[in-house]
């Protein structure tokens, strides 16, 4: 394979076919503000400094490559290893990017944040940011995340930030999107919008993979630490797909890698009740972005279901529609019922409890591993930690609070 | 010349500001469409532009998003849309018909057929709200192989440098977003957008309609002293929405009504105009 994958996105935002920039007019200015300002930091020294400074002293990075020894014999095969970003201040991954929009933010002069969240974790996250900052911070987030995410919603409103339940549409995260595009086309002046994943217009699916590669980085020196070799495998799971693509990236070139991105099959892929557009949708363009979408015929944008609110989501960020096409990564899919068992079998194998999100990817790795040999290995992205699905879980376990 | 250049050109021989409602097809039953784009040409249309219903309208306000759901519901395409211009035109060869819509049910025909399919039925232009100048390549030379116009948006935020694209690439006239927000939102201010018209006119060159937070007709006399076309939307759905209960009658009659006060706006800046 001869891509330089570092090329992409290209200066108007393509990743081959998917990516670009489909918004309204009102945006256009701020969105090549932004890529402008952007543009300037992202090799400035000074930038880049600051930036890791945060990561380090603020978020707790590195975090660990940890080796799920009794997991990984109980599965036979493979040794596993989790990126314990669930380690990170605030829970998942999703600061990581968080800390760097913030800090775009402050350099525009925007003195109001808004995002949208699905699970809460981004909600958290730029709430998190935004009280360190100073910064006002609106959060937009579908009627039924609010409910079935409720810790994160208390913990956004005590960070200080406004959670707007979204009643519109199917309540959950393209509503929250649509809102916070709403929003941001009203306040463009003294708003600055930190998308949480890897989609939206250019220049956002690129910046946010570099704010997150961070995670492959590390994690490839570490594996390379403790086992003198590269992985044999990935897996992450991708509703946006911004955890997935920050362990990617750097192993893209390295061909002996395989990949898998796993998607959410919800009730199972062949009742239509999921949100794995790469494995069961279309191209199409939605919020910003062409990539792979969940629609109807008609071009109107389905419905969708999964377990995980942060994986409830009808499209991907573009650079997965194009890896996908190229054939560089596989995108698999995990059902509710297996997620719930790849969170059963971490928490008690290993004491480690996993958001539902990252669930995804360990059920895939229940998959895996048994197919390898105890001389291989898979990183698996622990991309949050579960505490936000305590009720979620409680409730189908028969736990009371 | 099309038919909506045409259209535009005699009305500013004439001295007359065109005044163009919006209505969303199939809100708020498919059977309704018809007799309301007749209605509003006999209450003073000089163009229609007719909504496309998207599940996820982005740039649109509460108002608008309901009438989108309320088409849902009926499960209106976007070969419904085209089929209602069908009709219409059996009866109205005259009146230009603008699509307003986003871009996905469009990618979802593919651009050709598209094209093919509003040409033939005697759609005139298409606005597409997530269709910048920058990524209508293909859009732009499809549309234009079958005479058809590319209504692009400009907005206050809009720099002059990004004119130029789309003097380049659109055709008809140009929509101005006359405030920062969705369809439908807050007042209007004319000082502002006195000073944003007069900034583009020496730059675009294409007409220029005036849209978004138009609601009475105060402010679409201002309006028309400065476009050469005013776009009423928001204020038209609402009454759709408060009369949908009492029925297709009384929506008639509150949209005859407001129509007929935006028509007597325009043609008293109109009147005014021709005096200076």
Redesign the interface.
């Known amino acids: 394979m001869t891509i330089d994958f570092s090329k992409f996105p290209d200066k108007?935002g393509h990743f081959g076919p998917y990516g670009?920039?489909?918004?309204?007019?009102?945006?256009?200015?701020?969105l090549e503000q932004l890529d402008q300002e952007y543009e300037s930091v992202k090799n400035d020294p000074d930038f880049l400094s600051g930036l890791a400074d945060d990561l380090r002293d603020y978020v707790g990075r590195p975090t660990p490559l940890y080796y799920a020894e009794r997991w990984s014999k109980e599965l036979g095969g493979a040794k596993i290893y989790l990126k314990r970003e669930d380690l990170n201040h605030t829970g998942a991954h999703k600061v990581n990017n968080t800390i760097g929009q913030a800090l775009l933010a402050k350099r525009l002069g925007k003195t109001r944040i808004i995002a949208e969240t699905g699970a809460g974790q981004h909600g958290v996250a730029s709430a998190t940011v935004a009280a360190r900052l100073g910064l006002e911070c609106v959060v937009y987030m579908g009627a039924d995340d609010v409910v079935r995410q409720a810790p994160n919603v208390a913990r956004m409103r005590m960070l200080g930030a406004t959670v707007v339940p979204v009643e519109?549409?199917s309540r959950t995260l393209?509503?929250a999107?649509?809102e916070a595009?709403?929003d941001w086309?009203?306040?463009?002046?003294n708003t600055f919008y930190i998308i949480g994943t890897v989609a939206g217009p250019h220049p956002y699916p690129g910046m946010v993979r570099d704010f997150q590669v961070v995670i492959g980085e590390e994690a490839r020196a570490q594996i390379l630490e403790k086992e003198g070799k590269l992985p044999d495998a990935l897996i992450a799971c991708v509703g946006g797909g911004s955890n997935a693509i920050g362990l990617f990236h750097k192993f893209l070139a390295d061909e002996s890698v395989d990949i898998y991105g796993v998607e959410p099959a919800g009730h199972g892929l062949e009742t239509g009740e999921h949100a794995a557009p790469l494995c069961k949708g279309t191209?199409?363009?939605?919020?910003?972005n062409?990539t792979y979408?969940m629609?109807d015929?008609?071009?109107?944008?389905l419905g969708t279901h999964s377990i995980s609110a942060g994986l409830d989501y009808p499209g991907v960020g573009p650079e997965h529609a194009w890896l996908k096409d190229i054939g560089r990564v596989n995108y698999v899919a995990i059902n509710d019922e297996e997620a719930l068992q790849g969170f059963r079998d971490l928490t008690r194998f290993e004491g480690i409890i996993p958001a539902l999100e990252s669930s995804h990817a360990l059920a895939y790795a229940t998959k895996l591993a048994p197919t390898m040999t105890s001389e291989q290995t898979i990183i698996v992205n622990l991309s949050g930690r579960g505490d936000k699905d305590m009720n979620t879980i409680a409730q189908i376990e028969g736990i009371e609070f | 010349m099309s038919r909506l250049q045409k259209t535009l050109a005699n009305l500013k021989a004439s001295g007359k500001t065109a005044l163009i409602p919006y209505i969303t097809a199939g809100d708020p039953t498919p059977n309704a469409t018809l007799d309301l784009m007749h209605l509003l040409v006999e209450k003073g249309a000089d163009v229609i532009e007719l909504g496309v219903?998207?599940?996820?309208?982005?740039?649109?306000?509460p108002v608008i998003?309901k009438a989108v759901?309320r088409a849902?519901e009926h499960?209106v395409?976007?070969?419904d849309v085209l089929e209602f211009v069908r009709v219409f035109r059996e009866k109205d060869e005259k009146t230009p018909i603008v699509l307003m819509g986003?871009?996905?049910?469009?990618?979802?025909?593919g651009y050709e057929a598209f094209a093919n399919a509003a040409s033939s039925v005697g759609v005139d232009a298409v606005l597409t709200?997530?269709?910048?100048p920058?990524?209508s390549v293909g859009y732009k030379e499809a549309l234009e192989s079958k005479g058809l116009d590319r209504v692009?948006?400009?907005?206050?935020?809009?720099?002059n440098s990004?004119l130029t694209a789309v003097n380049e690439k659109g055709s008809g006239f140009v929509y101005y977003?006359s405030l920062?927000?969705?369809t439908g939102?807050k007042e209007l201010d004319i000082e502002d957008v006195a000073n944003q018209v007069t900034r583009l006119k020496s730059t675009l060159k294409h007409p220029i309609g005036i849209g978004f937070g138009i609601r009475d007709g105060h402010t679409a006399f201002e309006m028309a002293k400065l476009g050469d076309a005013v776009i009423v939307g928001s204020s038209l759905v609402s009454l759709i929405e408060a009369n949908e209960a009492k029925g297709l009658y009384d929506i008639h009659l509150a949209i005859g009504e407001k129509m007929t006060e935006f028509r007597g706006a325009l043609d008293r800046a109109d009147a005014k105009k021709g005096q200076e």
Do not use: C, W
């Open positions: 108007n670009g920039i489909f918004a309204p007019e009102t945006l256009m200015a701020a519109s549409g393209k509503d999107l649509n595009m709403r086309v009203t306040n463009v002046d191209p199409g363009v939605l919020h910003g062409r979408l629609q015929e008609n071009g109107q944008i | 219903p998207f599940s996820d309208p982005m740039a649109d306000g998003q759901e849902l499960n395409s976007l070969d986003y871009l996905n049910p469009v990618e979802a025909m709200v997530d269709m910048p920058e990524e692009f948006l400009v907005s206050p935020t809009t720099p990004r977003v920062k927000g969705v939102s």
